[in-house]
């Protein structure tokens, strides 16, 4: 049995574009009028799409982009007006965040492509991906005081991890800006191109990541994320677990077979031949 050769269709989903690229996933957000806010359907979205990634192996990165000149304008404001009842604002929020973990710890690479703001919670979902490429006009807000709301969209997980907790408080408290030379000298940039080269370079990033071990990948960002609430001896547990999971996995064994042939190794084919793509096992080829 051959495995098929046209990638399966992503699902449409409310608020997003996305395209399939050979086993890289391009999520784009679709709500330009709005500049890309936090609607109710883009988080829903959001989070389906990221469910069906998280059970399709097939993608093995994924590019995630903003239409239009602004990446993302943060939570969408209208929502500030609705019921203010305790237990409804909280059933809401709830809901508006279910995204977020999900694609916090999905188990594999996300390249995010920044142009223009980013601000309150669209920095919050920019830094949730592994990588930003930035244009040249992407600035990074806070926002969150200035509107009097408490910073949100995982920034108090992410900012004071990438950056230290000393400047993570200061940038939320002064509402600061960055432009793409404080936000590189920041780290949570990896580059600065022109806006109009950002979704070439991100999605050939994304096309890279997705030609390494990316279910290896998935391991080591999983372990990786638990090392902030993790002792040292609950990390080599962890190193250990997912070091076993690797070597007894497809992409080890291509790795490995690759290095003593001399060869690159493929572990796309590799991963396909062992019949994960969609999650469920199915009949070697
Ligand atoms: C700098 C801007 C992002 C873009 O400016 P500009 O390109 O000049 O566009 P505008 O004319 O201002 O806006 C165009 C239309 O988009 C609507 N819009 C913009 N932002 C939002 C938003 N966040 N939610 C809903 N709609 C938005 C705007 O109303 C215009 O619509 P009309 O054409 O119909 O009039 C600039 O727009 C801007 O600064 N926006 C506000 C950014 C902001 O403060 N975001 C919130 C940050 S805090 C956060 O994200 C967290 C929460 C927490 C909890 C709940 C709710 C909210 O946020």
């Not at 957000?29 to 799409?49: F, H, K, P, Q, W």
Request: hydrophobic share 40%.
């Amino acid at each position: 049995m051959t495995a098929p050769q046209t990638a399966p269709q992503i699902k449409h989903y409310p608020q997003l574009e996305t395209e399939r690229q050979g086993n890289v996933l391009i999520v784009r957000l679709d709500n330009e009028a709005a500049r890309n806010s936090l609607t109710r359907e883009i988080r829903y979205s959001l989070r389906e799409v990221t469910r069906e990634v998280q059970d399709d192996y097939s993608i093995r990165a994924i590019y995630l982009t903003g239409k239009g000149p602004t990446f993302c304008a943060g939570g969408d404001l209208r929502m500030l007006t609705e019921s203010k009842a305790p237990m409804e604002r909280h059933r809401r929020f709830r809901h508006a965040a279910s995204f977020m973990p999900q694609l916090m710890t999905l188990d594999r690479p996300v390249v995010c492509g920044v142009r223009g703001v980013a601000i309150g919670g669209g920095m919050g979902l920019a830094l949730m991906a592994d990588t930003i490429v930035a244009g040249n006009s992407a600035q990074f807000m806070a926002g969150f005081f200035r509107l009097g709301v408490v910073p949100d969209c995982l920034t108090l997980f992410t900012l004071p991890r990438l950056i230290g907790l000393a400047k993570a408080r200061a940038f939320f408290y002064a509402n600061t800006t960055w432009d793409t030379q404080e936000a590189l000298a920041n780290g949570i940039v990896s580059q600065v191109v022109d806006d109009e080269d950002v979704d070439a370079v991100g999605i050939a990033l994304a096309h890279k990541y997705a030609e390494g071990p990316a279910e290896v990948m998935g391991l080591a960002k999983t372990v990786m994320l638990k090392s902030f609430e993790s002792s040292l001896t609950e990390m080599m547990d962890y190193e250990d677990y997912a070091q076993v999971l690797a070597q007894s996995g497809p992409e080890f064994e291509e790795g490995l077979s690759a290095l003593i042939d001399k060869r690159k190794p493929d572990y796309g084919a590799a991963a396909r031949r062992a019949g994960f793509s969609d999650g469920m096992p199915k009949a070697k080829e």
